[in-house]
């Protein structure tokens, strides 16, 4: 029992920290990424080590290309030269945060990566984590179903 009680209180606190659909962004993180209100977000947190994020990355470039949602890049790699050398690669046309400092990936805390987030008036309307095939037709999708 008393093991039962420990797992629930660890397990619990871990979520607390973490955003999560439904929640607001808090206003400092959306003065960072410069949020605008009515405007859905595809914030993509990545790294150049993350072989799926280098897969999906050049899919997500289609949503922005395409004018799908806005598009935010945030790169967690500890050396902002690393991300920005992956960045130049995949010749990626969004913008890019480099979160060097971890202050966006502390406030998210996704559960790995990749990891997309969906916000819209700084609040998290859903969130895909891991390798998603044909991420770009799975948020097509998921933005048509987004109430405007």
Same mark, same amino acid.
Request: neutral net charge.
């Given at each position: 029992m008393l093991k039962t009680i420990l797992y629930s209180l660890l397990f619990s606190s871990v979520t607390i920290m973490a955003l999560e659909t439904g929640e607001s962004v808090p206003q400092n993180i959306q003065e960072k990424l410069k949020l605008e209100s009515d405007k859905v977000y595809v914030v993509d947190f990545f790294a150049s080590w993350c072989k799926s994020c280098k897969k999906e990355l050049p899919l997500i470039? !289609?949503?922005?290309?395409?004018?799908?949602?806005? @598009?935010?890049?945030? !790169? @967690?790699?500890?050396k902002q030269a690393d991300g920005e050398k992956l960045v130049k690669k995949l010749e990626l046309p969004f913008p890019i945060v480099y979160d060097t400092d971890k202050s966006l990936v502390k406030a998210f805390d996704p559960l790995g990566f990749p990891a997309v987030y969906y916000i819209k008036n700084g609040q998290i309307i859903n969130v895909i984590f891991g390798a998603v095939e044909e991420i770009d037709k799975k948020i097509r999708e998921d933005i048509k179903a987004i109430k405007w």
């Open positions: 470039s !289609n949503i922005y290309n395409d004018k799908v949602a806005e @598009v935010i890049g945030i !790169n @967690v790699n500890k």
